[in-house]
């Protein structure tokens, strides 16, 4: 079984599953942790149910999609927290090299 999703270049990536319970156990996975990480799905029952799966047949091998629906309003919020939480970071090392007398 072979599911295909999109890799964080924005190009296919292919996984080889063993069996079907293999590749539910992969997509109960990302389904829990899209939810868990503050993901917005807008219509939650089709993302709960397997129909929001794309299923096909090529050459004996099964394969599928999914896609989610991302609230971007959530998403921009969540992208302004990790740069603002980057730009403290850096300046917490800054701090400390400025403390240790350590020169870029």
């Known amino acids: 079984i072979i599911g295909r999703k999109v890799s964080e270049e ?3 990536k292919e996984e ?3 069996d079907e319970q293999e590749l539910l156990k992969k997509v109960h996975k990302t389904k829990k942790g899209l939810l868990e990480g ?3 799905v ?4 089709s993302f709960s149910q397997p129909s929001f799966l794309k299923t096909e047949i ?3 091998k099964i394969s599928f999609e999914f896609s ?11 992208k302004t927290e990790i740069e ?7 300046d917490k090392e800054i701090e400390t090299n400025i403390r240790k007398g350590v020169r870029p």
């Not at 989610?68 to 969540?78: F, Q, S």
């Open 84 to 90: 603002e939480d980057f730009v403290e970071q850096i």
């Open 16 to 18: 080889v599953f063993e």
């Open 68 to 78: 989610v629906d991302i609230d971007p309003v959530k998403l921009d919020e969540r």
């Open 58 to 60: 090529v050459d004996g």
């Open 10 to 12: 924005g190009s296919p």
């Open 38 to 40: 503050r993901w917005i």
């Open 42 to 45: 807008k219509n939650k029952q």
